[in-house]
């Protein structure tokens, strides 16, 4: 009897009013978030492609899965073990199994940087009669690139590269399942072969105005996706993936339609003048990226303007005096150049205490080509270097033969390395502290540690592939050339 009574009791109190509404404003707002997002969910088809294009990249696991095996493979003959390409300066790369190098690195790598105008007094005021410095009312706007550094989360914006398909096939009957190639085939053809896979050094004239979705005549476009989360996301329900779609290669005829600007952007101590493509982000779109990247300025991404490339100005070749050599969005050279080895070794030598100690990932380091084969920083000491083939032509049409590389320097870490590639996240001290314990191996660079190399391509146009035997042709000791002075 107790027990029915208590029953009674109980349902009495769950149907009164008050409990009622309680009910309805807690469960109400959860279901509601849920039906929405479910309703997004099943609405938003993702397209599989762009028509007539192809996307760009490796397919199926990275060559870089098995780099935690201990020890890497060292038969004394460094390979390539994976290539990567980073279309927008520090954020996630495309994996290749093979790509077009340019005289300005790998195909695509740091053609775009995002970039903040930030201010500083204009410059100093005179001091006035009385000896005390006038606060100047001026300031000077200038638009600073980006990275990893102090905007860890760039690391969570992907990218993916669609590229005009030669085969005139799109990249839905593709299931971009084919062979990442857009280079010319092993056995270089003729003439007629090149033009979809020509050089991306100008902006080409576009044979016909793009349509909405047609990006082929703008060389393909450029994709970011990243997770915004909006202030109110129970449960990371509402959690949204935004998606830009850049153009690669914009037409003169859609630079004029959308009038691209071109401005000062300043790189380190560079200021190279570059295309202001901000323009091609959608306004909401743009203040979710500046919200989810937690940059407080105006934010813009630009692009290299082809006709205005910056020079490399440091550890040039010796032998080829007068000759110009240059560089994208990259810190300061083409090819970046890492050894497995020398990345398990560092990782051996993190305390035991780190967080990243026994899975330190080689992404942290962003090379564009990372090889096994030889022991840690073996690569330190090479001064040149055949990797790949290099295509050429002349009056009997293309012909390849090896491809050299002039390694410029070591390279000179910062502490970007101690964001982890797929969470984003800046680790206060690793791996950057203990390289500075162990690497601080060049005077050049100091008080920075180095790990890796610099290189320059030493052609106009070639090939890499991963899997390529690297001929080691010079080897000696490297002093880095400061760009500061
Ligand atoms: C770049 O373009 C955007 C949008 O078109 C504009 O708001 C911004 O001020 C431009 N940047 C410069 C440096 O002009």
């Not at 300025?297 to 290299?304: G, H, I, S, T, Y």
């Amino acid at each position: 009897m107790a027990a029915i009574a208590l029953l009674q009791h109980y349902i009495e109190y769950l149907t009164t009013p008050t409990v009622l509404l309680t009910i309805l404003v807690v469960v109400g707002p959860i279901l509601y978030t849920v039906g929405v997002e479910w309703a997004i969910a099943s609405k938003t088809v993702k397209p599989s492609g762009f028509s007539g294009c192809r996307r760009l990249g490796l397919v199926g696991p990275s060559n870089l899965i098995t780099q935690h095996e201990q020890p890497p493979l060292t038969d004394g003959i460094p390979r390539v073990k994976a290539l990567f390409t980073y279309p927008i300066k520090s954020c996630r790369g495309v994996e290749l199994s093979a790509t077009e190098v340019e005289a300005t690195g790998l195909k695509f790598d740091r053609l775009m940087t995002f970039a903040q105008l930030v201010s500083k007094p204009a410059k100093k005021a005179d001091k006035d009669q009385g000896g005390a410095a006038v606060p100047s009312e001026e300031w000077q706007h200038q638009w600073r690139f980006i990275t990893q550094r102090e905007f860890p989360r760039l690391a969570l914006l992907r990218t993916e590269l669609w590229v005009p398909d030669p085969r005139g096939r799109t990249a839905k009957a593709n299931g971009h399942g084919g062979k990442d190639l857009q280079v010319p085939s092993s056995k270089p053809r003729t003439r007629s072969r090149t033009r979809g896979s020509t050089l991306v050094g100008q902006l080409e004239k576009g044979d016909k105005a793009a349509g909405s979705g047609d990006w082929t005549a703008q060389g393909g476009c450029l994709v970011v996706r990243f997770p915004f989360e909006p202030d109110f996301n129970p449960l990371g329900l509402r959690t949204q993936e935004v998606k830009l779609v850049l153009p690669l290669v914009p037409t003169i005829e859609r630079a004029k339609a959308k009038q691209y600007t071109t401005e000062d952007l300043s790189i380190w101590k560079d200021n190279p003048q570059a295309l202001n493509l901000t323009c091609e982000i959608d306004k909401v779109a743009l203040e979710k990226l500046r919200y989810f990247l937690g940059v407080s300025n105006p934010l813009a991404l630009f692009r290299v303007d082809p006709n205005k490339p910056r020079a490399v100005t440091r550890c040039l070749p010796a032998d080829k005096p007068g000759e110009e050599f240059k560089v994208g969005f990259a810190d300061a050279f083409p090819v970046n150049i890492l050894g497995l080895a020398s990345v398990r070794k560092t990782d051996a030598e993190l305390p035991a205490t780190a967080e990243v100690k026994g899975k330190l990932d080689a992404r942290r380091f962003r090379a564009n080509i990372y090889i096994e084969g030889v022991e840690a920083f073996a690569e330190d000491e090479w001064k040149k270097i055949i990797v790949g083939t290099r295509i050429g032509r002349d009056k009997d049409g293309l012909f390849e033969c090896d491809a050299e590389y002039h390694v410029a320097c070591r390279t000179a870490r910062c502490t970007l390395p101690n964001v982890h590639p797929d969470t984003g996240i800046k680790d206060k001290n690793e791996p950057y502290t203990t390289l500075g314990k162990t690497r601080k191996v060049d005077k050049g660079a100091l008080p920075h540690p180095c790990l890796g190399v610099h290189t320059i391509p030493l052609f106009a146009s070639g090939i890499l592939r991963v899997g390529d035997e690297i001929e080691v042709l010079e080897k000696g000791e490297h002093v880095y050339e400061k760009m500061f002075k």
